[in-house]
Nanobody, 124 residues
């Protein structure tokens, strides 16, 4: 079993920045594609970004392109989500997830492990 723990969320103003971290224990993240999802109140969990096992290929939801950057440090067993120019509509609980396939997916049902989430709240 892999345990994923997110951190770095908080309350920020519109236009601000945050860096979310997801650190794994019990499994090495090198063997997994990793992704970030988010879920706002009353909405379904939605794909935000993913990064393949090798770390050089990424994919983003259209709503976050140019503002969010996913990266990974396999030596630290950690995945990051750098967020800039935050908008009120980015308010959600952000989850990291691990997928044993090479590329990962935008479908949350295909992920093997999930963290407990970290709250990001953006105020206007």
């Amino acid at each position: 079993q892999a345990q994923l723990v997110e951190s770095g969320g908080g309350l920020v103003q519109t236009g601000g920045s945050l860096r979310l971290s997801c650190t794994a224990s019990g499994r090495t993240l090198f063997n997994y594609a990793m992704a970030w999802f988010r879920q706002a109140p009353g909405k379904e969990r939605e794909f935000v970004a993913k990064i393949w096992r090798g770390g050089s290929t990424t994919s983003y939801a259209d709503s976050v392109k140019g503002r969010f950057t996913i990266s990974r440090d396999n030596a630290k067993n950690t995945v990051y989500l750098q967020i800039k120019n935050l908008k009120v509509e980015d308010t959600a609980v952000y989850y990291c997830a691990a997928d044993s396939t090479l590329w990962g997916s935008q479908n949350p049902n295909e992920y093997d492990y999930w963290g407990q989430g970290t709250q990001v709240t953006v105020s206007s």
